[in-house]
């Protein structure tokens, strides 16, 4: 079993960055991809940005691609997101999920263990 704690989130201005940290509990992090979602009030969840731990591949929504960079720190079995040029539409609680599930990477029914959530702010 994994359990994944956010971390890093807060309030913030148009065009500043932050960066979101997932502490991976457990014997067997290293067999399960992560990854990041978020959900803006009143809309679903949404993928963020999703890491393999094997091999480090890396998967981001359209949307986020280019601004937001996942990454991992094995010693630490902690996963990052480096969010920069955020804009308030990038407002919204952010999850971190573990998982191996049956689905694709992007599909939130693939990851088996969430955390709790940070909220992310950012202001125009």
């Known amino acids: 079993q994994v359990q994944p704690v956010e971390s890093g989130g807060g309030l913030v201005q148009a065009g500043d960055s932050l960066r979101l940290s997932c502490a991976a509990s457990?014997?067997?992090?290293?067999?399960?991809?992560m990854a990041w979602f978020r959900q803006a009030p009143g809309k679903e969840r949404e993928f963020v940005a999703a890491?393999?731990?094997?091999?480090?591949?890396?998967y981001y929504a359209d949307s986020v691609q280019g601004r937001f960079t996942i990454s991992r720190d094995n010693a630490k079995n902690t996963v990052y997101l480096q969010m920069n040029s955020l804009n308030p539409e990038d407002t919204a609680v952010y999850y971190c999920?573990?998982?191996?599930?049956?689905?694709?990477?992007?599909?939130?029914?693939?990851?088996?263990?969430w955390g709790q959530g940070t909220q992310v702010t950012v202001s125009s």
């Open positions: 999920a573990a998982g191996t599930g049956p689905y694709s990477r992007y599909d939130s029914r693939r990851y088996n263990y």
């Open positions: 457990g014997r067997t992090v290293s067999n399960y991809d």
């Open positions: 890491i393999v731990w094997r091999n480090s591949n890396t």
